[in-house]
């Protein structure tokens, strides 16, 4: 079995406690408007540009078995595309990049025994993210139970839109849910992030209750759901139960990203004002982290 | 920190630039005229009585310690008379100078000389580590009675004048504590009085006492003679009976001993230079001078014994404190040892006061011990060791040290792709040289004169990569042959050139006056000689590009390389990119490629050791530093396969080149724990940390796991520099703003603002590490 995954993070401090490796896997069954890491939502494979490293050589449109690439790698057809990666190897720019490798269990752990010191010096270890991990949970399941036996601790960071079995099977295995909130009016959720919130409130439950430790995320956009109503109504739902809650302020770096994959139509947001935010966490009744 | 500290720091950063210690130049000009026919030692003796019978006392109520010497803005006529005395002292032939200097590094010329006015034959080495234990325990009379029995004992006319003049600077120090004893008498402060005149003689009784004397000691050789960067050896070990007494006697709390140690800290850097006295581009910028041209003492704290147990003490706590509490000083440096197992809350300290780019930086005993017992240094004694200056060994009390050689490791390679010649030479006849190391070089440590090997045969017949490493090694071993040929020579000019010398540290050092010869040519136990390796990741890439593009792929036979880098890629823009772009590098926890960073060590401490025999005075240590020099180290060296074109820099110190390491700072040290550290005595690994690592309630807790983990893993040094590019380039923008801003260059901190042009944009070019 393969996992299908974008990238992998080495000293990763934002994604768990202490130092950790995490590793973002492809596909994600949400749409958020605002998603920081559009190259992880096709699970297909995908061809990244870097426009600023070009210089229009034009080896990569020379090396291209497909005749995918024009002259200028502004004419390129992504139909025609197989991702092959001949042009990424070729490129002495690095000005283009292939989204989504396939790795086995055995090849990430190779990578994560590396740095298995730092992880257990500083409390760190694994995290699986995308993309929403979920969808290859199988493969996690085998990965985590490689990290367990050789001492790894793991966590994994969801938007919670799968069936429950999944998470149940992950449950033995898992040291640490980081679970995303994202907005607690499940129309407006509709709205913004393609699905509806009922199943997502559902597991989050249903992990609280079988005692998994769980970190809430949660991504904050000014008017989107910031107003304190709204996050006082998601901080009654979660009551004390997480550990703890992480607020995440909308930042604009993934904008550049959605170039770099050939989206040009994002919609840009606002970042809610630091104060606010400090408000907004005396609102929860379990610790909050901004 | 006291409020009132806080405002005489304030004060002091906003001192005028110009103020200068003037009246030492004058007086140093009389003493000439009447001291230079006298034989050698009681020359300087005298001379260095003179001075501190004559410079003015300043007197200062406030703060706790006493102890000052006087600054003013010389006039356009004395700047002139300055000027002209130093060059009728410096402009010399180089023969000369290594005659009356012995070495000339840090005389370069350059618009500030005036200042470092003193008769080259007063100068002093410095950096060296005096018996501090000796003298906090038992005074200065201890030093003098020493000096003074030895005296009785010797026939020997030389000799004699060596003892006589020891004898005499070690008064000169005790009446220069008196003088200050007077006027603290004059000034209606009896008790103050009292103590000094104890000081001059006894030995100290308390932790503020100990303190009083050491700065006094300092101040006196420091600002008079130049005593350049001391090592101050491990203070938190032979002050802790003083502070251990003082608590047990329930006369000092530890609040107050904190409070002590910031005075005392500030108190030592309060003469110093303010600008980044190893760029030489900061030369033209406008801070304010140093007042006698001496640099930066080093405390060193921590550490363990043979047997692993810790050193660490209330002392070391207190120190490392006090440091972070100053961070907006950029000297003194404190030297952290540290080692497997070191208490958590004492590192963690360590490590917040690295975050708040205080002075201070650390070493790992677990390589530093076993290193100095590979160059031949006794068990107990590699125990005690110190580092001094930018990064530097030595084992305190009992080694003479300070010339080095800033040893280029990509010319061997560039020596060794072309058959022995420097590509810029190919086909012209190979010029007659006594020895590669030109004496001009072995004086500065730099390797800039055309350096030239052995012929390891053509290209065509290097089958393997094995047979290149061996052509690599040849060379290597060849240049160090050539280095120990030169400092022989220079051994022997030197010594005839120092028959009866003294210098100020001969009067503090184990063995000097117990031989009664000076630690240049023998008096101490041990002698070391630095080569500092430099460009080592520049050559590890440049040896898996030659493995990968000859050996491995095959796109290229050596001879087509060498001859596309002896044409400097004109012509292969292409092949350049690739080998930039496509190549692995150094610095990305890859083991085919980090491999050759042991590969390379390996070579070069073999080839040092291949140099060092019972006969030669001077043991040849090992280091992986190019401190600043980077950037000129790479004017030497033409294309290297990495994808560097000629002149340009090399790689600094212990890092990856510049922007290679793209995996994250785990993988990063994961790779310079590669280097075999265990058989290098120093360097340094400078890393630049975007504040966002330690920002968040743990981030010190990662920090310190972080660089544990390195220690762990074999790693040898660590100074960082917290502080992310917008913010240094905001400082380029606006520097009044920014005038705290310190930043970690080598072995010492400078503010950012200080800086030139060019080493303040090569420290925003130092990959920023941040979080992700």
Redesign the interface.
């Known amino acids: 079995m393969t996992g299908n995954i974008v990238q992998i993070?080495?000293?990763?401090?934002?994604?768990g406690?202490?130092?950790r490796t995490?590793i973002f896997f492809k596909g994600c069954n949400l749409r958020c408007a605002w998603c920081h890491n559009p190259e992880t939502i096709d699970p297909k494979p995908s061809l990244g540009f870097f426009p600023d490293r070009c210089v229009g050589?034009g080896?990569c449109s020379q090396a291209c078995p497909e005749n995918a690439i024009g002259p200028h790698r502004q004419s390129f057809s992504p139909e025609k595309c197989r991702c092959c990666g001949i042009c990424v190897?070729t490129c002495?720019?690095?000005a283009l990049s292939l989204f989504g490798e396939k790795k086995t269990v055995g090849e990430l752990m190779a990578l994560l025994l590396?740095?298995r010191?730092?992880f257990d010096?500083?409390?760190?270890g694994v995290t699986a993210s995308g993309g929403e991990p979920m969808l290859q949970w199988e493969f996690i399941r085998e990965l985590f139970a490689a990290c367990r036996q050789n001492g790894i601790s793991t966590a994994l960071d969801t938007a919670g839109n799968v069936p429950f079995a999944h998470y149940e099977a992950l449950l033995p295995l898992t040291d640490l849910f980081l679970f995303d909130m994202k907005i607690y009016d499940d129309a407006k959720h509709r709205e913004y992030t393609g699905v509806g919130n009922a199943r997502i409130q559902q597991n989050l439950k249903q992990l609280l209750d079988r005692g998994a430790a769980v970190e809430i995320r949660i991504p904050v956009l000014a008017g989107v759901n910031d107003s304190p109503e709204d996050m006082k109504k998601t901080a009654v739902l979660l009551g004390n139960a997480p550990k703890k809650v992480k607020l995440l302020p909308y930042h604009t770096l993934g904008l550049e990203k959605h170039l770099i994959v050939g989206q040009n139509n994002t919609r840009k947001f606002q970042t809610p004002e630091k104060e606010h935010l400090q408000e907004l966490a005396k609102l929860f009744a379990c610790p909050v982290?901004i | 920190m006291e409020n009132s500290l806080k405002q005489r720091i304030d004060a002091w950063l906003d001192q005028d630039y110009r103020l200068v210690f003037y009246e030492r130049i004058t007086l140093c000009r009389e003493a000439e005229a009447m001291f230079r026919h006298l034989p050698p030692a009681l020359a300087y003796a005298k001379t260095f009585a003179y001075l501190l019978e004559n410079i003015t006392v300043e007197y200062e109520t406030q703060g706790m310690f006493v102890g000052k010497v006087k600054q003013i803005i010389p006039t356009d006529e004395e700047r002139r008379a300055a000027s002209a005395l130093y060059s009728r002292w410096w402009d010399m032939p180089l023969e000369e100078f290594q005659k009356t200097a012995y070495f000339c590094y840090s005389f370069k010329k350059n618009s500030r000389e005036w200042l470092a006015s003193r008769p080259p034959w007063l100068i002093t080495q410095g950096h060296l580590s005096f018996q501090w234990k000796e003298l906090a325990e038992n005074g200065l009379s201890y030093f003098e009675k020493r000096a003074q029995d030895r005296l009785a004992r010797e026939n020997d006319p030389e000799a004699r004048q060596y003892l006589e003049g020891i004898c005499l600077s070690i008064q000169a120090i005790q009446n220069y504590i008196l003088r200050y004893a007077q006027v603290a008498g004059e000034h209606g402060d009896p008790a103050r009085q009292e103590l000094l005149q104890r000081l001059s003689c006894q030995p100290p009784e308390t932790l503020f006492e100990a303190l009083q004397l050491i700065l006094l000691v300092m101040l006196s050789i420091k600002r008079t003679i130049s005593y350049d960067a001391p090592c101050m050896g491990r203070i938190d070990q032979y002050l802790l009976p003083f502070y251990e007494r003082d608590i047990a006697a329930g006369r000092l709390t530890r609040e107050q001993a904190l409070s002590m140690i910031e005075e005392f800290l500030f108190k030592d850097m309060e003469g110093a230079a303010l600008y980044d006295h190893m760029s030489p581009d900061s030369l033209e910028t406008e801070v304010r001078l140093d007042v006698s041209g001496e640099d930066v003492p080093y405390f060193i704290v921590g550490g363990r014994t043979l047997d692993g147990v810790s050193c660490v003490n209330p002392l070391s706590h207190l120190f490392v404190e006090a440091i972070d509490e100053l961070h907006m000083l950029k000297a003194p440096v404190i030297i952290v040892r540290t080692f497997n197992g070191i208490e958590e809350d004492f590192f963690q300290k360590v490590c917040k006061a690295m975050a708040d780019n205080a002075s201070l930086y650390v070493y790992n005993d677990e390589t530093q011990i076993p290193a100095f017992i590979y160059y031949g240094i006794a068990p107990e004694d590699a125990e005690q060791y110190c580092m001094f200056s930018c990064n530097n060994p030595t084992i305190p009390t009992k080694m003479g040290s300070l010339r080095q050689i800033w040893f280029n490791l990509a010319i061997p390679l560039e020596l060794a792709l072309n058959r022995g010649v420097p590509f810029a030479e190919t086909g012209k006849p190979r010029p007659e040289k006594t020895c590669e190391f030109a004496l001009g070089d072995r004086l500065m440590g730099m390797m800039e004169s055309g350096y030239y090997g052995v012929d390891t045969g053509a290209l065509e017949d290097m089958r393997s990569m094995e047979d290149f490493l061996a052509a690599y090694s040849a060379q290597l071993r060849y240049l160090l042959a050539q280095l120990r040929q030169g400092l022989q020579a220079d051994g022997a000019v030197e010594r005839e050139a120092n028959r009866g010398r003294m210098r100020i540290e001969d009067c503090f050092l184990e063995g000097t006056v117990e031989n009664a010869c000076d630690w240049v040519t023998g008096g101490t136990k041990y002698h070391q000689f630095m080569v500092n390796g430099g460009g080592l990741a520049t050559v590890v890439d440049s040896l898996y590009a030659i493995e990968q593009l000859v050996f491995v792929q095959k796109q290229l036979t050596l001879p087509q390389l060498a001859e596309i880098l002896r044409n400097d890629f004109s012509g292969q823009e292409?092949l350049l990119?690739?080998l930039q772009?496509?190549m692995n590098k150094f610095g990305n926890?890859i083991p085919e490629v980090d491999r050759y960073a042991k590969v390379v060590v390996d070579l070069f401490t073999q080839a040092i050791q291949e140099q060092n025999r019972p006969e030669y005075l001077y043991t040849l240590m090992g280091e992986i530093s190019t401190l600043r020099d980077f950037s000129t180290e790479g004017w030497y060296v033409g294309a290297t396969p990495n994808g560097r074109k000629a002149g340009e820099p090399l790689s600094e110190n212990q890092s990856p080149c510049t922007g290679a390491d793209m995996?994250?700072?785990?993988?990063m040290l994961?790779s310079v724990s590669s280097i075999p550290f265990y058989h290098i005595t120093g360097g340094p690994l400078n890393l630049r940390i975007h504040p966002s690592?330690i920002n968040?309630?743990?981030?010190i807790?990662?920090l310190s796991?972080?660089f544990?983990?390195y220690f762990?893993?074999g790693g040898m040094q660590l100074q960082i520099s917290v502080v992310d590019s917008e913010t240094l380039r905001q400082a380029q923008r606006e520097p009044e703003k920014y005038k705290n801003l310190t930043v970690r260059v080598t072995g010492y901190n400078a503010y950012f603002t200080h800086m030139g042009r060019e080493a303040q944009d090569e420290m925003i070019r130092r990959t920023e590490?941040g979080?992700?």
């Open positions: 993070q080495r000293f990763s401090t934002q994604d406690p202490g130092i995490t050589c080896l190897q002495p720019e690095n590396r740095d010191r730092y010096n500083s409390g760190g982290e | 292409l990119r690739r772009n496509k926890d995996e994250g700072l785990t993988a994961n690592v968040g309630p743990d981030g807790q990662k796991a972080l544990r983990t762990e893993n590490h979080a992700f």
